[in-house]
C-alpha cells in the first residue's frame, strides 16, 4: 500500500468532518465542566464515534468520564491511540483549549476510520479525563488501558509549532502541623505554634531553592493557618508542588523538602504530618522518531515548526508524560495564540472558543492523522519509534 496516496487523502477528509466537529468543539467549549464531571462532554464524543464506526467502550478502566473507541483494520497491525482531552479549569472554562484538543483527537481518529479497511492494525480514540490536576491517564494505565497501545499522540494549542515541549514531573506534597493551643495573650508559653512551624518551614524551603538545579520548580500555598489571632494555632496546614524536569531527581527532591518541613516542625516543638498524592505526574520522555515523523506530515500541510530553543520554553506538568514513559508518545504543539497570551487565561479561553480554535482543530487533525497513517503502514518506522522509546533517557 502506498502511505503517501493514503495520506493525500486526509485534508479533503477532515474538510467534511469539520461542520459537526466545529460544533462539538463549541458544545464542549459552552459547558465547561471540571476534572472527573465531563459527563456532557465524554457523552458527545463517545456518541460522535459511535456515529462514525468506532466500538466505544465507556468508562473505560473503571472511570466514569472515559471512554475508549476502536475500529480495526484490514489485517494484524500496530494500535495507534490518539488522545482527547475535554476538562474545563474551575473559573475560567476552556482556558487551556481542551474543547480543542478533544475534538482534535476524535478528527484524527475518525479522518482515519475512513480508509481504515485499507490499513492494517487500528486506530484508536482515547477519552481521558481530568489532566487538570486530576491524573486521569494515570487512572487508565493503572487499570490496563494502555496495554494494547503501541504509540500515542496529543496537540495541545500553543504560541508555537513544536513537535516538542518539555514538561515537569510533579508531586503534590500536603503538610499537616500540630501544635498545642493556648491564649495568645495570657498563656501563650503554654502553646506550641503550628503556624510559626509551617512558617519556618516555607522559609527552609524558600532558602532549599538556591542549591537546586535550575529546573526545579517548588512553590506552595498555605491552606489553613490558624482559627483565631488570640489562640496559638494547634493547626496548619500547606500544600506544596514539587517539579522538575529529572524523574530521577524527583524523590531525592522530595526528601529534601520533608526535611525541611520536619526540621522546622522539631524546632518548634510541634508535629508534622506529611503526605504525598499518589497521583504524581512524570516528566514528558521525548520519542524523537515520532517527533520527526509528526515534523514531516506538519511541513506537508505547508506548516512550519518554529526555530526556537526548546529550552528556553516555560514548562508545566501534565500526565501526558506519565504515558510517555508507558508507551511511545508525542504531545505536540500548534500555535493558536500569540507568545504574550498564556495558557489559563481569559485570552487563551477566548482563542479556544472562536476563529483560532477552529484553524489548528482542522490542522491538528489532518497531521495527527497523517502521522498515524505512517505508523502503521511502515513497520520499519514503527520498529524505529520503539527503540527511541527504550534509548530514551
Known amino acids: 500500500m502506498n502511505s503517501q496516496e493514503l495520506k493525500s487523502r486526509i485534508p479533503e477528509i477532515v474538510e467534511g468532518l469539520l461542520p459537526r466537529l466545529n460544533e462539538l468543539a463549541d458544545r464542549i467549549f459552552e459547558n ?92 484508536i480514540s482515547m477519552g481521558t479525563p481530568a489532566e487538570e490536576g486530576g491524573g486521569g491517564k494515570i487512572k487508565l494505565i493503572d487499570a490496563g488501558v494502555f496495554d494494547d497501545v503501541d504509540a500515542a499522540m496529543m496537540i495541545h494549542p500553543g504560541d508555537h509549532n513544536v513537535t516538542f515541549r518539555p514538561s515537569l514531573g510533579r508531586v503534590k506534597l500536603f503538610a499537616d502541623f500540630i501544635g498545642k493551643p493556648s491564649h495568645a495573650a495570657v498563656a501563650p508559653e503554654k502553646g506550641i505554634n503550628a503556624l510559626d512551624a509551617l512558617v519556618t518551614a516555607y522559609q527552609n524551603i524558600g532558602l532549599l531553592r538556591q542549591q537546586l538545579p535550575s529546573d526545579v520548580r517548588i512553590h506552595g500555598i498555605i491552606t489553613h493557618g490558624g482559627d483565631a489571632p488570640n489562640i496559638i494555632p494547634e493547626r496548619a496546614s500547606a500544600l506544596f508542588y514539587l517539579r522538575t524536569r529529572n524523574k530521577h531527581f524527583l524523590p531525592e527532591l522530595v526528601q529534601r523538602v520533608r526535611a525541611c518541613a520536619e526540621g522546622a516542625a522539631q524546632a518548634h516543638g510541634a508535629r508534622v504530618e506529611l503526605r504525598e498524592d499518589p497521583l504524581s ?113
Open 281 to 393: 505526574y512524570e516528566p514528558f520522555r521525548k520519542n524523537p522518531e515520532m517527533c520527526a515523523i509528526f515534523g514531516e506530515n506538519l511541513r506537508a500541510l505547508g506548516t512550519e515548526l518554529d526555530d526556537v530553543d526548546i529550552g528556553s520554553l516555560g514548562a508545566g506538568s501534565s500526565d501526558m508524560g506519565n504515558l510517555s514513559w508507558k508507551v511511545p508518545a508525542i504531545e505536540a504543539r500548534l500555535a493558536m495564540v500569540p507568545v504574550d497570551v498564556a495558557p489559563h487565561t481569559a485570552g487563551f479561553a477566548e482563542a479556544s472558543g472562536g476563529e483560532p480554535g477552529r484553524k489548528i482543530l482542522r490542522l491538528g487533525a489532518q497531521v495527527m492523522a497523517m502521522t498515524a497513517i505512517d505508523l502503521l503502514t511502515s513497520p520499519e518506522r514503527m520498529q524505529a519509534v520503539r527503540r527511541s522509546f527504550e534509548n530514551s533517557p
Open 32 to 123: 465547561p465542566e471540571i476534572a472527573y464531571e465531563e459527563v456532557k462532554a465524554s457523552k458527545w464524543l463517545s456518541d460522535y464515534l459511535e456515529e462514525r464506526g468506532f466500538q466505544v467502550t465507556r468508562e473505560a478502566g473503571g472511570v466514569p468520564t472515559a471512554f475508549k473507541g476502536e475500529i480495526k483494520g484490514a489485517s494484524e497491525g500496530p494500535a495507534i491511540a490518539i488522545i482527547s482531552e475535554y476538562d474545563a479549569l474551575p473559573g475560567l472554562g476552556h482556558a487551556c483549549g481542551h474543547n480543542i484538543i478533544a475534538t482534535m483527537g476524535v478528527g484524527a481518529a475518525a479522518a482515519v476510520a475512513e480508509i481504515v479497511g485499507e490499513l492494517p492494525g487500528s486506530i
